[in-house]
T-cell receptor, first 114, second 111 residues
Framework: EAEVAQSPRYKITEKSQAVAFWCDPI?????LYWYRQILGQGPELLVQ????????DSQLPKDRFSAERLKGVDSTLKIQPAELGDSAMYLC????????????FGPGTRLTVL | GEDVEQSLFLSVREGDSSVINCTYT??????LYWYKQEPGAGLQLLTY???NMDMKQDQRLTVLLNKKDKHLSLRIADTQTGDSAIYFC???????????WGAGTKLIIKP
């Protein structure tokens, strides 16, 4: 069964450092989402891509966060500089374009900022 | 704005049925979803229901949808220790294919 891949699974960094997360969606899925999940809460959408284009990044803190999906396949989410409050689980999800609201999630990256 | 609400905890005995409830506000939702999250893991799609249906059954899982009251429930029959997890309810927004999420219900299994 096809899965969404994410790496790394865990990342520990010091504040003010740069971090990057990678996501490879299920083959053929045109829509890709990055979420942040704080412990005890539901996921919060950071950015939504349709192919290589950003559809919605209204909740992305653009002063420190950036996301790209250059060839419309895999994607990278970057934080620079990391702050203590960025400690969270970062989840990637993908879906078909024609049925875009059925989202399949990767295992996530647990970020700890010290 | 749109909102999804769930109770935070549910405790059941092993072998009993679990019923997790959810209320939502957007009457134009097309699909409603249940996801399961085990500790430290990503979100696993459990099941979903189209908004013009009122029930869906899949093995031990039964989803009931009351569109008039905007109420969704997930029943897990014969609850096992492996069902311990947080269960998230989510509704879709037709206009942009985004999901509105509840805060999750932690299911606790008592022996």
């Amino acid at each position: 069964e096809a899965e969404v891949a994410q790496s790394p699974r865990y990342k520990i960094t010091e504040k003010s450092q740069a971090v990057a997360f990678w996501c490879d969606p299920i083959s053929g899925h045109a829509t890709l989402y990055w979420y942040r999940q704080i412990l005890g809460q539901g996921p919060e959408l950071l950015v939504q891509f349709q192919d290589e284009s950003v559809v919605d990044d209204s909740q992305l803190p653009k002063d420190r966060f950036s996301a790209e999906r250059l060839k419309g396949v895999d994607s990278t989410l970057k934080i620079q500089p990391a702050e203590l409050g960025d400690s969270a689980m970062y989840l990637c999800a993908s879906s078909w374009a024609g049925r875009a609201d059925t989202q399949y999630f990767g295992p996530g990256t647990r970020l700890t900022v010290l | 704005g749109e909102d999804v609400e769930q109770s935070l905890f549910l405790s059941v005995r092993e072998g009993d049925s679990s019923v997790i409830n959810c209320t939502y506000t957007d009457s134009s939702s097309t699909y409603l979803y249940w996801y399961k999250q085990e500790p430290g893991a990503g979100l696993q799609l459990l099941t979903y229901i189209f908004s013009n249906m009122d029930m869906k059954q899949d093995q031990r899982l039964t989803v009931l949808l009351n569109k008039k009251d905007k109420h969704l429930s997930l029943r897990i029959a014969d609850t096992q220790t492996g069902d311990s997890a947080i269960y998230f309810c989510a509704e879709s927004i037709e206009s942009n294919y985004q999901l509105i999420w509840g805060a999750g219900t932690k299911l606790i299994i008592k022996p």
